[in-house]
Each structure stands twice: as C-alpha cells, then as structure tokens.
C-alpha cells in the first residue's frame, strides 16, 4: 500500500538541541498530521495541518505543509527530557482514498 | 470529559480462535476507525465506522470485521486468529468523515500463541 517516507528513523539528541524531522510522499496530500506516541499509549495529535505552505507551532513544536504538497517537516526546539517518545507523519491523500497513510516512526531518544 | 477507550488492555489468544475488541469514542465524536500496528511500526487503517455502517476499508481480509453500535461505540472481531495478527490494535475517533483530526485511545495489545 501507500507509505509515507519519514526520516531520521532514530536520533539521539543533547538536551536544550533543537530537533528536525520530515515525511514525504510521491503522492500530492490535502491533510498532514503529526502525532507523538509515548510507550504502552496510544498517539496524540500535536499539530494538524490543511493547507500548501502552513506553517503551524504548537509550543515548542512547529510544524510546515511543504508548498509541493508532498512533504512536512516537524521541528522541536530545545528538546526536553519529556520529549523522548516516537514521531509519526501522517497524511491524507486522493489516491489513498483520503485513508490517513502514516510513517513508520522516528524515534527521539535524548542523552543524559 | 472523557477520551477515547479502549477494551481490554491486553488480550491473549491461540492460532484459530476469535476476538472482539471495544472501543468507546470521545464525547461528541461519530466516526470510529480502526488501526493494527505492528512493532516499530505505523499504524495500518483497517476500516471506518460512521453512522453505523463501514464506510472504508483499508487492505485488510474478511476475518477482520466490524460494528458500530447507536450510542457510536464500536467493535472490532477478528476471525480464525493467526500469529501475524499479533499487534497493537488502536481505535480513533473524530467528528463525522472527512478531515477531522483522529483522536486515539491507548490500544488493546493482542498477542497469539
């Protein structure tokens, strides 16, 4: 089926670093949403995006709906211990039958 | 105000035999979808429940099926149980179809033996 392409798939950050990570698609999306996912718990939406070149924060999570449609980038900035946990893209596209498509994750891990 | 929930937390079941899994939505919310997710996965759209009816259906088979009952809870069965049916199973609901963010519970972790 569809797959969303999200890297990095892991990164292991300093506390106070700023994080980057981005999903894209060979698709054109109308929806992209970005969750977290802790352990033993279900995902939690941070950031909901609906339009090309959205730019969206939530916090210290800021988020872009790429202008080609086909990406969006989820930055976090001076990373907290309480950020450790999975990121994961997902989007909603025509050919996915507007189904929502996720990534397979990227895993922030942060050093002591 | 009471989130998504899920029932039970874990559940586990031997190759062949049958499960049901629950799902209460959010308050004010009509439209369930069910998710699998495998380890170190995403999770994988099975099919949505609005209006008592499935209305999308990912690239799952027939053992997987569903319900949805007048109060918008929902129930997921799955027949003849195979190893690889071994996942988290998350419910997410959202306001009608559509475009609406999907809020999800914490899942119903099934393991078959």
């Known amino acids: 089926g569809q797959q969303l392409n999200q890297s990095p798939q892991s990164m292991f950050i300093q506390e106070g670093e700023d994080v980057s990570m981005n999903c894209t698609s060979s698709s054109i999306f109308n929806t992209w949403l970005w969750y977290k996912q802790d352990p033993g718990e279900g995902p939690v939406l941070l950031i909901a995006?609906?339009?090309a070149g959205e730019l969206t924060s939530n916090g210290r999570l800021t988020a872009q709906f790429g202008i080609t449609r086909k990406d969006s980038f989820l930055n976090i900035s001076a990373s907290i211990p309480s950020d450790v946990g999975i990121y994961f893209c997902a989007g909603r596209s025509m050919d996915s039958n507007y189904q929502l498509i996720w990534g397979a994750g990227t895993k922030l891990i942060i050093k002591p | 105000d009471a989130g998504v929930t899920q029932s039970p937390t874990h559940l586990i079941k031997t190759r062949g035999q049958q499960v049901t899994l629950r799902c209460s939505p959010k308050s004010g919310h009509d439209t369930v979808s069910w998710y699998q997710q495998a380890l170190g996965q995403g999770p994988q759209f099975i099919f949505q429940y609005y209006e008592e009816e499935e209305r999308q259906r990912g690239n799952f088979p027939d053992r997987f099926s569903g319900h949805q009952f007048p109060n918008y809870s929902s129930e997921l069965n799955v027949n003849a149980l195979l190893l690889g049916d071994s996942a988290l199973y998350l419910c997410?609901?959202?306001?009608?179809?559509?475009?609406?963010?999907?809020?999800f519970g914490d899942g119903t972790r099934l393991s078959i033996l």
């Open positions: 995006l609906y339009k």
């Open positions: 997410a609901s959202s306001y009608q179809q559509g475009n609406q963010p999907q809020h």
